[in-house]
């Protein structure tokens, strides 16, 4: 699981590194030619779209195909929408992106639901497991910008997009070979009875009936010229789709879902992290927008009189969360043999307020880029920003996926999975839209809104932690 992961997240983190300076390039240099603002609605659009799959994409591994299968044949359509995007074209380009969207969403949580199977929910390793199982992931995230980044920033934009389809085939290969150490976690159990087998046959085509009329609908009012569906139209759309799915899907889940009093409590608890991840993760993920494009136009990219591609910033943090995750996995276990482990909210709190204060840090050098558009910055400057922000996210991220399967009732673990990917869809979105004001608003002051945010929630955080707790009952 740890190889699989590694490689999807490659394909991923490849394309995340060239796509926001593939898109703002010039025409004549292969790239779109895109605005920034436009580039950043069309990166939020499609990470925040990576991540908001999850959410079905841990539904039908639930009732149709286990997660074993959904990580497979997921992957396979990962690597046919990187293929698409090696391809000229704008409508290969859009295709590839929704390819790549809809895979990951079948791939992304159920591989993490895999990880959780392999631990008792009371099991002290469990939090470590999750940490080693993230540095997979930062593993991947590590080595993409490298090799993909370099050869589509310096070679072509496209054969970089390939490079990370292959990266997606030759993880396809390792997870079947490795299939037979899994043992019986993450197969399908259909249901025990026809009558629950002719519920989740009318359920999917209910999903698939309401998923083509969401297309369907649209497009037809935008021929009739009822609309027009632009680039902010979809952005503004999708606003409202963010703020309508959390609360119709938990409204659902505490009004009909059958669950009882401590299993609503916890859903709650699941609610509130929810909210705060998704907070996080607008802040974090503006490492693919806005401080790809700082460290294009405004930091000098040199270490030891050596240049290198903008892409390789986004190694950055993955150099960190290897050097660190081995630090934190053995902290947790260590000030929980002591009985000194910080709880889980206030783990979320010490996430939100390290993000909020590298993004305060970057208000300095961006003071002086204002003074002097011109000037470029060195490196330490982002080197400090991401120490600071792997910090927060090694506080949050894989304790939050650790939190998720064991708060979850057990008939939904994987759609709770999806839900907190929905949560970095969310922000993901913003962030991709934060990344669009770049040439709107001063830099300084956009980074002091941004750490401003980060640091009231995470004092929200802090506040509600007693609360938050007795809503996880005997749930650590």
């Given at each position: 699981l740890f190889f699989t992961e590694m490689w999807e997240r490659f394909s991923y983190y490849g394309?995340?590194?060239?796509?926001?300076?593939?898109?703002?390039?010039?025409?004549?240099?292969?790239?779109?030619?895109?605005?920034?603002?436009?580039?950043?609605?069309?990166?939020?659009?499609?990470?925040?779209?990576?991540?908001?799959t999850n959410l079905p994409g841990g539904w039908i591994s639930d009732k149709f195909l286990g997660a074993r299968n959904a990580v497979f044949?997921?992957?396979?359509?990962?690597?046919?929408?990187?293929?698409?995007?090696?391809?000229?074209?704008?409508?290969?380009?859009?295709?590839?992106?929704?390819?790549?969207?809809?895979?990951?969403?079948?791939?992304?949580?159920?591989?993490?639901?895999?990880?959780?199977?392999?631990?008792?929910?009371?099991?002290?390793?469990?939090?470590?497991?999750?940490?080693?199982?993230?540095?997979?992931?930062?593993?991947?995230?590590?080595?993409?910008p490298l090799i993909a980044g370099y050869i589509g920033e310096t070679i072509n934009w496209r054969y970089g997009f390939l490079a990370v389809a292959v990266g997606m085939c030759i993880g396809l290969v390792q997870?079947?070979?490795?299939?037979?150490?899994?043992?019986?976690?993450?197969?399908?159990?259909?249901?025990?009875?026809?009558?629950?087998?002719?519920?989740?046959?009318?359920s999917l085509f209910v999903a698939m009936l309401f998923l083509a009329a969401s297309f369907a609908i649209p497009y037809i009012l935008h021929l009739t010229g009822s609309i027009q569906i632009t680039i902010d139209w979809i952005k503004t759309a999708m606003t409202y789709v963010f703020i309508a799915i959390p609360i119709v899907y938990f409204g659902f889940l505490f009004l009909r879902g059958g669950f009882t009093t401590d299993e609503k409590k916890r859903l709650a608890a699941i609610f509130v992290f929810f909210v705060a991840a998704a907070l996080f993760w607008g802040s974090f993920e503006q490492a693919g927008s806005t401080l790809t494009l700082f460290a294009d136009r405004h930091t000098n990219n040199q270490i030891f009189g050596l240049t290198f591609p903008t892409t390789w910033w986004q190694s950055v943090n993955s150099i960190w969360i290897i050097s660190l995750a081995p630090v934190f996995a053995a902290l947790w276990l260590f000030?929980?043999?002591?009985?000194?482990?910080?709880?889980?909210?206030?783990?979320?709190?010490?996430?939100?307020?390290?993000?909020?204060?590298?993004?305060?840090?970057?208000?300095?050098?961006?003071?002086?880029?204002?003074?002097?558009?011109?000037?470029?910055?060195?490196?330490?400057?982002?080197?400090t920003v991401y120490f600071l922000q792997t910090v927060g996210e090694l506080c949050l991220s894989p304790v939050?996926?650790?939190?998720?399967?064991?708060?979850?009732?057990?008939?939904?673990?994987?759609?709770?999975?999806?839900?907190?990917?929905?949560?970095?869809?969310?922000?993901?979105?913003?962030?991709?839209?934060?990344?669009?004001?770049?040439?709107?608003?001063?830099?300084?002051?956009?980074f002091l809104a941004v750490a401003g945010t980060s640091i009231a929630v995470a004092v929200v955080m802090f506040a509600l932690v007693p609360w938050v707790k007795k809503l996880m009952g005997d749930i650590k």
């Open positions: 394309g995340r590194a060239l796509l926001i300076l593939y898109m703002t390039d010039q025409l004549v240099n292969g790239g779109l030619g895109f605005t920034v603002a436009d580039a950043g609605a069309i990166y939020g659009l499609y990470t925040a779209s990576v991540y908001l044949y997921g992957g396979i359509i990962i690597a046919l929408g990187n293929v698409l995007l090696a391809f000229p074209g704008i409508g290969f380009f859009y295709g590839g992106l929704a390819l790549i969207a809809v895979g990951t969403g079948l791939l992304k949580p159920n591989v993490s639901t895999m990880v959780g199977s392999l631990y008792d929910k009371t099991d002290n390793r469990r939090d470590a497991g999750f940490s080693i199982f993230y540095m997979g992931i930062n593993l991947g995230a590590f080595l993409a997870y079947k070979m490795g299939d037979k150490h899994l043992g019986t976690v993450g197969h399908f159990i259909p249901p025990s009875t026809a009558e629950e087998a002719a519920k989740q046959r009318k000030l929980n043999k002591k009985n000194l482990e910080p709880s889980t909210p206030v783990k979320f709190g010490l996430g939100l307020l390290f993000v909020g204060l590298s993004f305060l840090l970057l208000v300095v050098p961006a003071n002086a880029i204002v003074s002097a558009p011109d000037v470029k910055v060195g490196v330490i400057w982002l080197l939050g996926l650790s939190t998720m399967t064991k708060l979850a009732p057990e008939r939904v673990v994987g759609q709770m999975m999806g839900v907190w990917f929905l949560g970095a869809a969310v922000g993901n979105f913003i962030g991709g839209n934060v990344g669009g004001l770049f040439e709107t608003y001063p830099l300084n002051s956009l």
